[in-house]
């Protein structure tokens, strides 16, 4: 009898030593903008869904409106006890603020066993330099995307033209012919400053090439160039010569994208978001990127745009070496997840079959994965005062209120190289 | 009742409430707002605070900014004046024009009308529909497409050919032509965005007015009919001056009203800057520059004003042994 | 209840009634005046509720796309009332014809909208000059319907029998044609334009060589004639039975005269054959709603910018956000409604120095303009961690309605005589109790008006709810409509529902207590 209790208590030891070797799952939280209807929602769940059987991990994660969550993540940042393992966060100087004030942990380690996946340059925008030995990195990309040159072929093939032009000159004479036909040929919300800026921002990329505006926009040179000037006055020449519809100036987004759906316009410049909502609409629709303007210092491949959307992991985590791991997977799980659903272009390489993207989403992927320098959205790429400052002036532009050197001018002062 | 320790306890304990709000959320802020506005900060806690004397409010007032180091003279984004002459052209348009026609109905229906209250009741919808949705239709009115109920009235009658060449020659601004683009232009932007704020509060300052011409006793308007008033007179010498301290709250609330105004711009614009309110700007300096400084300014300056206008409006209003406020 | 005036009725001598006639005159135009102001005020709702009830192309516009191709509407008008194949309503195929180049015309891009009048005409002038034509060839092709004739050429499997039908017949057919262009062609037929070239196809069987000698002699006769004589209408017969025979079907007549009147539009027009008649139906901002689409209020009370139909959360919708206003409204007034009523007890009722310090003191908050406070409150309500909460908006709403409430109170308290104070103090209440079993009970038409006006203030209020308030479990009203109109929606019609939804309540509160709340501010104002 001794014997056999003896053996029972063994046993039920020995049971619950291996149950020790089992480990509980650990807990991870996140907050993200993926709200129930934001587009990346599904990606999103599958994506963790993924990690959480992956990585034996729990996360626990919370989903808040855009604007309202660039409030309660710096309002986190100040207490940082409510900050989460991982959080969503924008790259440029929203990131980057936060980097510098030591919240962010440093990925460079836990980037090693990802580097095949994921192309260095898809984290030049969340690499910072904060103890001055160099930039390092900061923040996961989920997906990106650019700003693309939507073309409506049907119109254009009514002007006279079969393709979409890829030099100025051509674009011009293409314009001529949209105007001579009867055909508005761009559609811009005037009124809706952000949109100005899909315009402007690749003319003055493609006339000063991409390091130069990276530099700018990273307050490392100052605004004061000649060629921006002339980048400017071509916009507004353009806008001056009837080149886009007059109505733009007090039309929202939504309207002039319905009607360049509907087929008002024969070309719309705007993120590549919308690729999805264009490929599905009836028509003709083709993707493409804004002409060069100066070819000495530009080229066809340069686009504005690149990972934005990013993951990055507090430096007050619980096992941050652990977090960083399991951000990179779950970015590359969202990235993978989005890209099929067409929510935006792939940071990653994509290594699945990519054969159900949709044809225009592909298209510029395809254009991205050929890209020869990016340059991040000027107001995500600056901190919220000079990016707004920024604005500020671009609405002066699309009204033609102030001219190129007025615009160079006054931002060469308002946003001074940083010291 | 005796001034005892308890009674004193017993009255605090009454004004306790009104007073916690009142200071917690009133007084507070503003003592609170004048010391944010002596700095320049952009975190929330305050971290990177930088002291800045009166500096912010010099530069709300410049129109223009100039580089210490190399005098380059350089526009500036955050100035308040335009903003501010913009409220103050609102408020004089409040005082004398919606104010007027909310007289002229509250005399009107006061001296007696049929259904006078379904009339006012119908004045006083526009007060309660949210400005949200005033906004969405006035957006609606002003579209410069082809359903754009403005413009379609005016192709209709004709005169869309003649009139707006004549606004485009007005236009100073920009280099574009005018078609029907009424909330792309400054200039225009600016009544557009006024028409429908003047429009909803009419029936609030006619329902006040009206309460006050229904309370004129009855024997000072029959002994002036007797003595042979026309009704001008009678409404100049006897109703008016006898709803003189409604006509006073009124002036303070439209004018008060008008240099805080926020809700119809933000939602019929966009982009406000081409009919910018002081709110509007203060809102764009704290919710997208992160510029707490500055619209703690801002928020200092309206303070400030409203009170003043109140004083003064108070003052103007003063007859004989009346008392201010 | 005031009487009316009566000044009208004030007869003093022929100078007053001069002045009567023009009083009443003013008084007509004033009722008109009145009632173009009514029209004014009511538009809003009436534009709400009309766009809550329309489709959403109806709101936006849309291209309409006629049900049939165009093709397919020559065809029935072709086909006439009749069905009858054979009983061909020429007037409307003409006219359809015409229709069709028109809007054809139309898509010229060489063509300015001045020259479109005239180049209608003149498709119009060259399509009827042509018609007779059109029409006698297409008779013709009715012999093809003649079944007997079908079935004389034997179209059966065999390949042999088939090319032994066709050559012999087409070495017939095509014998008739070389006499034909031999006798008229280079006599009777005014060449215009050049014969375009033949196609050279040498290497293909004697099938394709004859047809492709017959396309050419087809194309040669129709494209470069402008009169038509009775060999042409011969060479078009024998032409659609030499098509005939080098099909294996037989050819479906439409076709043939589909590609004749696609011949006589020129090239890139006969695309548009095949396509439907599209017109862009211009958005109905302001009309009546053609069709009434009650389901956008059920669609509205579920929509909003996080709507997932999938999902069990309930939040983040339009009802949601009603509740949360009406929570955040209700608790605001009550808090109010207390604050006020005690600290006008306080310094109306009880004597105590300063207490007329302290009434100026409440009423310098009518002056103070609400968003001015917005960074200092926020910042306090962060510190207290009360963001995001129900409180972070109650709090404010309360303070910002004090000022006025107070003001109020103190008009409606001072109606309330003190005889009723000593007498339930003789009957032994205290400070409290005065102020609950007399003052509050009598004050009731005081919380109707201070309700009403702290309602209005809370209920649409915009700022304060955006900015302190992010979660979308705590959204307000306002919040949640202006949101309705950003990028990621574009449901027009629930949005209207949503917000006829969102307007109903005040309105509705508003006309059963229109009543009450006039004589409130009556009230309200004239003691104020």
């Known amino acids: ?419 | 009742m005796k001034t005892t320790g308890t009674y004193k306890l017993h009255i605090l304990l009454f004004l306790l409430p009104g007073l916690i709000l009142f200071i917690g959320i009133l007084i507070a802020p503003i003592v609170m707002s004048v010391y944010y506005s002596l700095f320049d900060f952009h975190q929330i806690d305050g971290s990177d605070r930088v002291f800045k004397g009166i500096e912010n409010y010099v530069t709300l007032f410049s129109r223009t900014l100039t580089n210490p180091v190399t005098g380059n003279v350089y526009e500036n984004t955050k100035f308040l004046g335009d903003a501010l002459v913009n409220a103050l052209l609102l408020a004089l348009l409040s005082t004398f024009i919606q104010l007027p026609i909310a007289l002229l109905i509250a005399l009107r229906l006061g001296k007696g009308i049929k259904g006078e209250r379904a009339y006012l009741s119908v004045f006083f919808m526009p007060v309660l529909i949210s400005t949200v949705i005033i906004g969405r239709l006035w957006m609606n009115i002003y579209d410069p497409g082809d359903a754009g109920i403005l413009n379609a009235g005016l192709r209709a009658l004709g005169i869309d050919q003649w009139l707006f060449p004549k606004i485009s020659e007005g236009i100073t601004s920009s280099t574009l032509k005018f078609k029907g683009q009424w909330t792309g232009f400054k200039e225009t932007a600016l009544i557009a965005a006024f028409i429908p704020i003047l429009w909803q509060y009419v029936g609030y300052h006619a329902l006040l007015m009206y309460a006050g011409v229904k309370g004129v006793p009855t024997d000072l308007l029959e002994a002036a009919s007797l003595d042979g008033c026309t009704e001008g007179q009678v409404n100049r010498l006897i109703i008016i001056p006898y709803i003189k301290p409604i006509l006073r709250v009124c002036v303070v609330f439209a004018v008060t009203g008008s240099l805080k105004s926020f809700d119809l711009v933000y939602a019929l614009m966009k982009d406000t800057t081409k009919a910018e309110l002081p709110s509007t700007l203060m809102y764009k300096l704290l919710y997208l520059h992160n510029d707490y400084g500055m619209g703690s300014t801002i928020a200092v300056i309206l303070i400030v004003l409203c009170f003043a206008f109140a004083l003064l409006i108070s003052l103007i209003f003063r007859s004989r042994g009346e008392k201010v406020a | 209840m005031t009487k009316k005036i009566k000044v009208k009725e004030n007869k003093l001598g022929l100078r007053q009634e001069l002045s009567v006639t023009k009083r009443k005159v003013t008084r007509v135009l004033i009722h008109i005046l009145l009632w173009i102001l009514v029209l004014i005020n009511i538009f809003p709702l009436y534009w709400m509720i009309t766009f809550s009830l329309k489709s959403n192309d109806e709101i936006q516009g849309y291209k309409k796309s006629a049900d049939k191709t165009r093709w397919e509407e020559i065809e029935e008008a072709i086909v006439g009332v009749t069905g009858n194949a054979t009983d061909i309503a020429w007037d409307s195929f003409e006219r359809a014809i015409i229709n069709t180049s028109n809007t054809a015309a139309r898509k010229d891009p060489a063509l300015s909208p001045k020259d479109h009048a005239a180049r209608e005409e003149e498709i119009a002038d060259i399509i009827r000059t042509n018609w007779s034509n059109i029409k006698d060839s297409i008779s013709s092709i009715e012999g093809i319907f003649d079944e007997d004739r079908i079935k004389d050429i034997d179209m059966s499997n065999s390949d042999d029998v088939k090319a032994v039908a066709h050559s012999e017949q087409m070495t017939a057919i095509y014998a008739e044609i070389e006499e034909i262009i031999n006798s008229t062609v280079a006599k009777e037929i005014p060449v215009v334009k050049e014969a375009p070239a033949k196609t050279d196809s040498s290497d293909e069987t004697a099938d394709v060589g004859a047809q492709s000698d017959a396309a050419y002699v087809y194309n040669f006769v129709f494209s470069t004639s402008d009169r038509v004589t009775n060999d042409q209408k011969r060479i078009m017969k024998a032409m659609s039975r030499l098509y005939q025979l080098q099909n294996s079907e037989v050819q479906d007549p439409w076709e043939s005269i589909k590609a004749s009147v696609g011949n006589m539009m020129g090239d890139d027009m006969k695309d548009m054959l095949d396509q439907p008649e599209t017109e862009y139906v211009q958005p109905n901002h302001v009309g009546l709603p053609s069709e009434l689409h009650w389901e956008n209020y059920e669609s509205a009370l579920k929509i909003g910018k996080y709507y997932d139909p999938d999902s069990s959360v309930k939040r983040n919708t339009m009802a949601y956000y009603f509740l949360n206003s009406l929570v955040v409204s209700a608790s605001a007034i009550v808090i109010t409604i207390m604050a006020a009523f005690m600290a006008t007890y306080a310094m109306t009722r009880l004597v105590w120095k300063g207490r007329k310090t302290m009434n100026k003191f409440f009423m310098l908050g009518l002056t103070i303009p609400i968003h001015a406070a917005i960074v200092p409150v926020y910042m306090i309500l962060s510190r207290l961690g009360w963001l995001n909460t129900y409180q972070a908006l109650i709090i404010p709403y309360a303070a910002f309605s004090l000022a006025m409430a107070i003001l109020i109170s103190v008009g409606f308290m001072g109606d309330i005589p003190y005889d009723l104070d000593e007498a339930a103090f003789l009957d032994g209440c205290g400070i409290w109790g005065i102020f609950f079993r007399v003052i509050v009970p009598l004050m009731m038409p005081a919380v109707a008006t201070v309700g009403i006006y702290t309602f209005l203030q809370c209920w649409n209020e915009l700022l304060f709810a955006t900015i302190f308030v992010s979660d979308g479990k705590f959204r307000t009203l306002p919040v949640g409509v202006q949101q309705l109109f950003g990028q990621y929606t574009t449901d027009w019609g629930p949005i209207g529902a949503a917000l006829s939804i969102a307007t109903l309540p005040t309105l509705i509160v508003y006309i059963a207590l229109s009543k009450k709340i006039q004589a409130g501010f009556i009230a309200g104002a004239v003691k104020g």
Not at chain 1, 193 to 203: F, Q
């Open chain 1, 1 to 419: 009898m001794k014997k056999l209790v003896a053996l029972v208590v063994a046993a039920i030891m020995l049971l619950s030593l291996t149950s020790v070797f089992a480990e509980a799952p650990k807990t991870i939280t996140m907050w993200c903008i993926a709200t129930e209807s934001d587009a990346n929602r599904p990606a999103y769940e599958a994506a963790i869904a993924e990690i959480e059987a992956q990585y034996n991990v729990k996360i626990e994660w919370e989903a808040f409106e855009n604007q309202s969550y660039k409030t309660k993540i710096k309002a986190a940042m100040a207490d940082a006890s409510t900050l989460p393992d991982i959080f969503f966060t924008w790259a440029g100087a929203f990131c980057g603020d936060f980097a510098k004030a030591g919240n962010v942990y440093c990925l460079e380690d836990a980037y090693k066993a990802y580097a095949d996946a994921l192309p260095a340059v898809m984290l030049q925008n969340a690499s910072y330099d904060v103890d001055g030995n160099g930039a390092k990195p900061y923040a996961v990309p989920l997906t990106m995307n650019i700003v693309t040159l939507f073309a409506n072929m049907d119109l254009l093939k009514q002007a006279g033209w079969d393709a979409v032009p890829t030099t100025y000159d051509d674009l011009i004479a293409c314009c001529d012919d949209l105007v001579a036909a009867g055909i508005i040929p761009f559609g811009c919300s005037g009124s809706e400053t952000w949109c100005v800026t899909e315009y402007l921002e690749p003319i003055i990329e493609k006339t000063i090439g991409y390091e130069k505006l990276n530099k700018i926009f990273a307050g490392t040179e100052s605004w004061d160039d000649a060629d921006i000037a002339t980048a400017v006055d071509t916009f507004q020449y353009m806008i001056n010569k009837g080149y886009f519809d007059p109505d733009g100036l007090s039309l929202g987004n939504d309207q002039v994208k319905a009607n360049f759906i509907a087929g008002k316009y024969a070309f719309y410049q705007n993120g590549s978001w919308n690729c999805g909502e264009v490929n599905d609409a009836e028509g003709n629709f083709q993707v493409a990127l804004f002409p060069v303007m100066n070819a000495e210092k530009a080229t066809y491949g340069q686009v504005i745009g690149g990972p934005s959307d990013s993951l990055a992991v507090a430096a007050t985590a619980e096992d941050p070496a652990f977090v960083a791991d399991v951000a990179f997977a779950l970015g590359k799980a969202i990235c993978h997840y989005g890209y099929l659903a067409g929510s935006g272009l792939p940071a990653w390489t994509p290594d699945y079959d990519t054969s159900a993207v949709k044809p225009l989403v592909a298209a510029v992927a395809d254009i991205v994965a050929n890209s020869e320098g990016m340059v991040l959205f000027g107001d995500t790429a600056m901190s919220a005062d000079p990016a707004n400052i920024y604005l500020d002036y671009v609405s002066k532009v699309y009204g033609c209120a102030i001219d190129g050197a007025g615009f160079v001018a006054g931002l060469t002062e308002a946003l001074p190289v940083a010291e």
